[in-house]
C-alpha cells in the first residue's frame, strides 16, 4: 500500500489521556482514534493487524475441529434470566429497551446465547462433543475505562464453547484449548505466560489465564523459579519462605492500654516499637451478595504486614463477587468502636483468620473501644476463629506452592482465558443429551476467550522502544516499510516502485512512504508505526548501488546491492515468520 | 469439511413465522437460528457465505482504492446531535443510557461517526479524495422485524464514504462506486438491476439502489423496455402510456348532486356509471414535520384510478419523512365533511394537484357536505390548484421516462444503495480542507451501503427450488456437497476419502456427508443445502467404476469413471466461478 492512498495520520502530540506507552503510540501512529470513553475507531493500520491476530486464532481453532459461527450483540433479557445473571452481572451487563419496550443487554459475553443454541440441536450422545467459537464486537459497560484498547468499553473478542458427554470430554477438550492458545500466543512472537486463575463471574472449576509480560499490565502474576508454576496473585496460595513464628514460650496475661490517636498499623508500629509483621490487623467485610438488602458482617485477621486477598475471601464465603468492606459507621455499630481501635476479642460475628496469623503469640489488637487497643491476645484462649485459612495475598518471595524455590512476580495484561465450567450453565438452562443408555445427561461445557484487539495492544505495551511500536512479523500491518526518499527522483521512483512490486508478488506485504517529505520525518514515522524492516530508496543509494535495510528492533542497518534487494528482504521477512 | 465434525442441524418443520421461502429455507437448513425478534445467530454454513461475500466486496473495494477502517457499534448522543439526526431518525435508531447515563445509540450508519473521524484529519487538499470504508454490525429498531435476514434487527452492512474536494470528484467517486456494485453483483452470479432510488433520511441529492429479483422483493422497481431506464417505483415518473384527456369540449354548469351513502371511488364508479379514471379524488395530508405540534393540512387530487406516491409528495413539501394522512376528524374539522363527500371547492388548503388530472373536465368531486357531490367540476375556473405535479404512483405499461417504449414492472430485494451527499453532513459537522488558494471549503461526501448478511438471503429469495436453496458458486458455502452412501464400506470410505483430500487440495471446497444415515436422507439434506455440485459415492458405483455427479440446478446427473471424478468436479466448478 502506499502512504498516499492509505488513510495514515500521525500525530506529534501525546494525547492527555493515555497513560501507557502502547496506548500512546496507537492513538499517535493512528492506529486508533477515540470516539467516546472506551469506544474507538480502528485506522487502517491497526484493522490489519487485527485481522491478522484473528486469523491466526481461526487457523489454530479450525485445525484442532473448532467450528466457528456468529452470534447477536444484542441480546434478550429472557435468557439471561435463565442463569440469573441478568442481576448477577452487575452494571458491566448494558441493559436496554427497544421501541416496544423489551428487555435487551448487549453481549458482554455469550453464554447464555450459545447455550440456548445447542440445546435446540444437541439431542444424543452422538452429537457430542463440539467446539463452537465466534470472533465478535462485545461491549462491557467498565466503569473507567483507561489505557486504549487494553479496558475499553467495546472490544473485539474471540469466544469458544464446548460440549461434552461428561468431565473427561470436557477437561480433554480444556486441555486441546490450552494447547490451541499456547500454540496462538507462540505465533505472536512474544514474550507470554499462563497461570492459574480465579473463574470470576463466569463460573466453573479450572481456569486458567494467559497474559502478555509487561510492567504496565493491571495484573500481577507469580512464577516459580523453575516456570513450572504461574498463578495470578488472586488464586496464588501464601505460603512464608520461612515460617513466621513468635519467639515467645508462654501465653501473657491480656492488658487494655490507651493508644489515643494512633490509627494505621504504621502509626501502632512506631509507638510499640513492633514490627509490622508482628501486628494482626482487624478488617471488616460483608457476607452478603452485591446488592443485598442486609449486610452480613465477618472479621477477618492478618498480619500487619500482609494484605488482604479478596478473591480468596470471597472464595471462602462462597460469593459471586468480591466482599464489599463495611463503611466505618457500620464497623462501629458492629464493634462499638470506629476502624483503627476493633479487634475480635468480645465479638459475636464470623471471624476469618489468615493462617499466617497463626504462629504469632501475645500481639496487639484494638480492644473495641476508641482510642484503646488489647496486648498479649492470643487466639483459642481469648477468641475463636471460625475458620483459619489462606487469605493474604502472596507475593515475591513466597514459597512457590509446587515445592520448588521461591515465587518470582511479573507484571502482564491478561489476553487470553479459558474455564472448565462443568454443567453450571447446561443445568440451570436445561441442556441436556440421551447418553448411550438414553437417560437424560447435562451437556459439560468449558469456555475460551482472547481478547483480540487487547492482544493487538498488549503487543505493543511490550514491543517498543522511545521512538514507536517495533512490531513483531506476525502481526505487523506490514512487513516492509519502504521509504523513498527523493520521490521526484524519476529514476528513484521507477526503481522503489518495481521492488515494490516485486516483494508484493512475493507476498511480502510492503507500506511504501511516496509522500513529498524529508527523509527526517518518514524516518521518524517508520520508527514510530513499527513495521519490523524498512528500505531506505534515495537516489544517492541507487547511484551508489546500496540500498539500506533498518532492522527497527536493533536498529541495526545493513546495506545491500541494488540486484539482492528483493532476495534479502523477503528472506529475511520468511525468516521471522 | 465432514459432516459428523461440521455442526449443521436441518430441520424438518418449517419454522411457523417466516414466510418467505428463503427465511424457511435459511432455518431448515440450520443457516440461520433465531434469537429473539430480527435478531439471529449464524451458524457455520451462513458464515462461510457471508464471509465469501464480504471478500467479494473487500476485493472489488480495494481494487478501486478503498480503505478499510472499524468503526464502533455503540455511538455518542453529540455526534448524532450535530446532524439532528438524533431526533430525525425516529424509533429506528435505538437509544439507551450507560452505567453514568450518558446518552449512547446502536449505530444504524455511520455518516455522523466517520465524519467526526476524518474531520480530525483532514486538513488539506492534498488529503482528498478519500474512500473508507467497513464491515460492521449494524442494529436498526425495526417496528416488525420479518422476513428473517431480509428486515432483521442487527445485520452485518458495508458501509463505504467518500471524501473529495468538489463535487466533481464526489460524481467520480459515486460513478466508481456504481462500478464496484454492478463488479460485486455481478461477481455474485444473480440477476440484479440498479434503479434510481429516493435519499431518505440519509439526504442527497441522487442516489440508485442496487436490487437482487425476486417476486417476494419488498420493492416494486419498473425498468424500461431496453433496459436503459429503472427505477424504484417511489422516485419513477409516471406518464400516460396515451395521454388520458376528456372528450368534452366545453365546460359545463357545476351542479350539486345527493350521494347518499356513497363513499368510495369504486361507489360513485358503479352508481355514476363513469370509470374510475375519470373521477378525481381527493386525498387530505399534514405538511408538518413528524412529531409537530400542529398540523399543516394540505389536499392532494388524483385521479380515480390512481395511487398516491407519498415519496413524491414528500419532495414536493420537502420533509424529510413521506407525509402522514389526516384523520378523519381532522379532515372533517378542515373540510366540514366526512372523508368520501369531501372535493377542493371552496377548501382555504393548499391543493397539490397529479398531472393525470389536468386532461380531465367536468369531473365530480365531494362537495364537502356530507352525502354529497359535486358534477361538472374544473380547475382553474371551480378552484385553484396550488401546484400540477407528477404524484401519483408509476405502473407497469406506462411510457418509459427516457422515451422509449414502456415500462415494466419487477420485484427487488434491495441489497446496495449509493447516494450523492454533498456538504450536507460537512456542513453542519464542520468537516472542511484548505483549498489551492487556502480557503477553508466543505469536503464533498457520498455514502455507499450494501446489506451483507441480507444479500445472503436475496440470493436464496432468486435460487431455489421446491427441494432447498441453489447456491452460485460465487458464494456457496461449500462448492461439492460429497455424499458418501455406504460409510461401513471401507473401501468406499477410503475411496471417497482420497477424492475429498484430491479436491481439497486443489482449492475445490467440499462438504463431505459422512454420516451414517440413509442415501434418501442424504440426498434430501443436500438439496435442502443447497451446494452447486452434488457427487453420490457409494459401493455399487465404485465397483461399477461410474460415479454420479449432480448439478443441483438442473438436477443433470453426469456419470464419471472413477480416475476422472477429480478433475471433472474441478473443471465444472472451476467453469462456474
Given at each position: 500500500?502506499?502512504?498516499?492512498?492509505?488513510?495514515?495520520?500521525?500525530?506529534?502530540?501525546?494525547?492527555?489521556?493515555a497513560?501507557?506507552?502502547?496506548?500512546?503510540?496507537?492513538?499517535?501512529g493512528g492506529?486508533?482514534?477515540?470516539?467516546?470513553?472506551?469506544?474507538?475507531?480502528?485506522?487502517?493500520?491497526?484493522?490489519?493487524?487485527?485481522?491478522?491476530?484473528?486469523?491466526?486464532?481461526?487457523?489454530?481453532?479450525?485445525?484442532?475441529?473448532?467450528?466457528?459461527?456468529?452470534?447477536?450483540?444484542?441480546?434478550?433479557?429472557?435468557?439471561?434470566?435463565?442463569?440469573?445473571?441478568?442481576?448477577?452481572?452487575?452494571?458491566?451487563?448494558?441493559k436496554f429497551?427497544?421501541?416496544?419496550?423489551?428487555?435487551?443487554?448487549?453481549?458482554?459475553?455469550?453464554?447464555?446465547?450459545?447455550?440456548?443454541?445447542?440445546?435446540?440441536?444437541?439431542?444424543?450422545?452422538?452429537?457430542l462433543p463440539?467446539?463452537?467459537?465466534?470472533?465478535?464486537?462485545?461491549?462491557?459497560?467498565?466503569?473507567?475505562?483507561?489505557?486504549g484498547?487494553?479496558?475499553?468499553?467495546?472490544?473485539l473478542?474471540?469466544?469458544?464453547y464446548?460440549?461434552?458427554?461428561?468431565?473427561?470430554?470436557?477437561?480433554?477438550?480444556?486441555?486441546?484449548?490450552?494447547?490451541?492458545?499456547?500454540?496462538?500466543?507462540?505465533?505472536?512472537?512474544?514474550?507470554?505466560?499462563?497461570v492459574?486463575a480465579?473463574?470470576?463471574?463466569?463460573?466453573?472449576?479450572?481456569?486458567?489465564?494467559?497474559?502478555?509480560?509487561?510492567?504496565?499490565?493491571?495484573?500481577?502474576?507469580?512464577?516459580?523459579?523453575?516456570?513450572?508454576?504461574?498463578?495470578?496473585?488472586?488464586?496464588?496460595?501464601a505460603?512464608?519462605?520461612?515460617?513466621?513464628?513468635?519467639?515467645?514460650?508462654?501465653l501473657?496475661?491480656?492488658?487494655?492500654?490507651?493508644?489515643?490517636?494512633?490509627?494505621?498499623?504504621d502509626?501502632?508500629?512506631?509507638?510499640?516499637?513492633?514490627e509490622?509483621?508482628?501486628?494482626?490487623?482487624?478488617?471488616?467485610?460483608?457476607?452478603?451478595?452485591?446488592?443485598?438488602?442486609?449486610?452480613?458482617?465477618?472479621?477477618?485477621?492478618?498480619?500487619?504486614?500482609?494484605?488482604?486477598?479478596?478473591?480468596?475471601?470471597k472464595t471462602l464465603?462462597?460469593?459471586?463477587?468480591?466482599?464489599?468492606?463495611?463503611?466505618?459507621?457500620?464497623?462501629?455499630?458492629?464493634?462499638?468502636?470506629?476502624?483503627?481501635?476493633?479487634?475480635?476479642?468480645?465479638?459475636?460475628i464470623p471471624?476469618y483468620?489468615?493462617?499466617?496469623?497463626?504462629?504469632l503469640?501475645?500481639?496487639?489488637?484494638g480492644?473495641?473501644?476508641d482510642?484503646?487497643?488489647l496486648?498479649?491476645?492470643?487466639?483459642?484462649?481469648?477468641?475463636?476463629?471460625?475458620?483459619?485459612a489462606?487469605?493474604?495475598?502472596?507475593?515475591?518471595?513466597?514459597?512457590s506452592?509446587?515445592?520448588?524455590?521461591?515465587l518470582?512476580?511479573?507484571?502482564?495484561?491478561?489476553?487470553?482465558?479459558?474455564?472448565?465450567?462443568?454443567?453450571?450453565?447446561?443445568?440451570?438452562?436445561?441442556?441436556?443429551?440421551?447418553?448411550?443408555?438414553?437417560?437424560?445427561?447435562?451437556?459439560?461445557m468449558?469456555?475460551?476467550?482472547?481478547?483480540?484487539s487487547?492482544?493487538?495492544?498488549?503487543?505493543?505495551?511490550?514491543?517498543n522502544?522511545?521512538?514507536?511500536?517495533?512490531?513483531?512479523?506476525?502481526?505487523?500491518?506490514?512487513?516492509?516499510?519502504?521509504?523513498?526518499?527523493?520521490?521526484?527522483?524519476?529514476?528513484?521512483?521507477?526503481?522503489?516502485?518495481?521492488?515494490?512490486?516485486?516483494l508484493?508478488?512475493?507476498?511480502?506485504?510492503?507500506l511504501?512512504?511516496?509522500?513529498?517529505?524529508?527523509?527526517?520525518?518518514?524516518?521518524?514515522?517508520?520508527?514510530?508505526?513499527?513495521?519490523?524492516?524498512?528500505?531506505?530508496i534515495?537516489?544517492?543509494?541507487?547511484?551508489?548501488?546500496?540500498?539500506?535495510m533498518?532492522?527497527?528492533?536493533?536498529?541495526?542497518?545493513?546495506?545491500?546491492?541494488?540486484?539482492?534487494?528483493?532476495?534479502?528482504?523477503?528472506?529475511?521477512?520468511?525468516?521471522?515468520?
Amino acid at each position: 500500500m502506499k502512504w498516499t492512498k492509505s488513510y495514515i495520520y500521525t500525530l506529534k502530540e501525546t494525547p492527555a489521556d493515555a497513560e501507557i506507552v502502547s496506548h500512546k503510540l496507537m492513538v499517535r501512529g493512528g492506529y486508533i482514534k477515540k470516539v467516546s470513553q472506551g469506544i474507538f475507531t480502528y485506522g487502517p493500520l491497526a484493522l490489519r493487524s487485527i485481522r491478522k491476530f484473528e486469523n491466526i486464532v481461526r487457523e489454530e481453532l479450525n485445525k484442532r475441529g473448532c467450528v466457528e459461527i456468529l452470534m447477536p450483540m444484542v441480546q434478550p433479557k429472557e435468557l439471561w434470566q435463565e442463569t440469573n445473571r441478568w442481576s448477577e452481572m452487575g452494571k458491566n451487563l448494558l441493559k436496554f429497551k427497544n421501541r416496544t419496550d423489551q428487555e435487551f443487554c448487549l453481549g458482554a459475553t455469550h453464554e447464555e446465547i450459545i447455550t440456548d443454541f445447542i440445546r435446540r440441536d444437541i439431542k444424543s450422545y452422538r452429537d457430542l462433543p463440539v467446539v463452537l467459537y465466534q470472533i465478535q464486537t462485545k461491549y462491557r459497560d467498565e466503569i473507567r475505562p483507561r489505557f486504549g484498547l487494553l479496558r475499553g468499553r467495546e472490544f473485539l473478542m474471540k469466544d469458544a464453547y464446548s460440549f461434552d458427554r461428561d468431565a473427561d470430554g470436557a477437561i480433554q477438550n480444556y486441555k486441546l484449548q490450552y494447547a490451541a492458545y499456547t500454540a496462538i500466543f507462540k505465533r505472536l512472537g512474544v514474550n507470554f505466560v499462563s497461570v492459574k486463575a480465579d473463574s470470576g463471574n463466569i463460573g466453573g472449576s479450572m481456569s486458567e489465564e494467559f497474559h502478555i509480560l509487561a510492567e504496565a499490565g493491571e495484573d500481577a502474576l507469580l512464577v516459580s523459579e523453575n516456570g513450572d508454576f504461574a498463578a495470578n496473585v488472586e488464586v496464588c496460595p501464601a505460603i512464608d519462605a520461612t515460617p513466621h513464628v513468635s519467639s515467645d514460650k508462654e501465653l501473657k496475661v491480656l492488658e487494655k492500654f490507651a493508644t489515643t490517636g494512633l490509627k494505621s498499623i504504621d502509626d501502632l508500629s512506631k509507638f510499640l516499637k513492633i514490627e509490622a509483621k508482628n501486628l494482626v490487623k482487624t478488617l471488616f467485610y460483608s457476607a452478603a451478595e452485591e446488592g443485598a438488602k442486609d449486610i452480613k458482617p465477618v472479621c477477618v485477621l492478618l498480619r500487619g504486614s500482609d494484605e488482604l486477598n479478596s478473591v480468596k475471601l470471597k472464595t471462602l464465603l462462597d460469593l459471586s463477587n468480591p466482599p464489599l468492606m463495611l463503611t466505618d459507621e457500620e464497623v462501629k455499630q458492629v464493634t462499638t468502636a470506629w476502624p483503627g481501635s476493633c479487634g475480635p476479642v468480645g465479638l459475636k460475628i464470623p471471624i476469618y483468620m489468615d493462617n499466617g496469623v497463626e504462629g504469632l503469640k501475645n500481639y496487639v489488637v484494638g480492644a473495641n473501644e476508641d482510642g484503646f487497643h488489647l496486648r498479649n491476645v492470643n487466639h483459642d484462649r481469648d477468641f475463636k476463629p471460625t475458620k483459619i485459612a489462606d487469605l493474604r495475598t502472596a507475593r515475591h518471595g513466597d514459597k512457590s506452592p509446587n515445592g520448588k524455590g521461591l515465587l518470582k512476580s511479573y507484571r502482564g495484561i491478561e489476553v487470553g482465558h479459558i474455564f472448565y465450567l462443568g454443567s453450571k450453565y447446561s443445568k440451570v438452562m436445561n441442556a441436556s443429551y440421551l447418553n448411550e443408555k438414553s437417560e437424560a445427561t447435562f451437556i459439560e461445557m468449558g469456555c475460551y476467550g482472547i481478547g483480540i484487539s487487547r492482544t493487538v495492544q498488549a503487543v505493543i505495551e511490550q514491543c517498543n522502544d522511545k521512538d514507536g511500536i517495533i512490531w513483531p512479523v506476525s502481526i505487523a500491518p506490514f512487513h516492509v516499510h519502504i521509504c523513498l526518499l527523493d520521490p521526484q527522483d524519476a529514476e528513484t521512483a521507477k526503481y522503489t516502485n518495481s521492488i515494490y512490486e516485486e516483494l508484493l508478488s512475493l507476498g511480502v506485504e510492503c507500506l511504501l512512504d511516496d509522500r513529498e517529505e524529508r527523509p527526517g520525518v518518514k524516518f521518524k514515522d517508520a520508527d514510530l508505526l513499527g513495521m519490523p524492516l524498512r528500505l531506505n530508496i534515495g537516489k544517492r543509494g541507487v547511484s551508489a548501488n546500496e540500498i539500506e535495510m533498518v532492522i527497527r528492533k536493533s536498529k541495526e542497518t545493513i546495506k545491500i546491492s541494488l540486484k539482492n534487494v528483493v532476495q534479502e528482504v523477503s528472506s529475511w521477512v520468511k525468516s521471522q515468520m
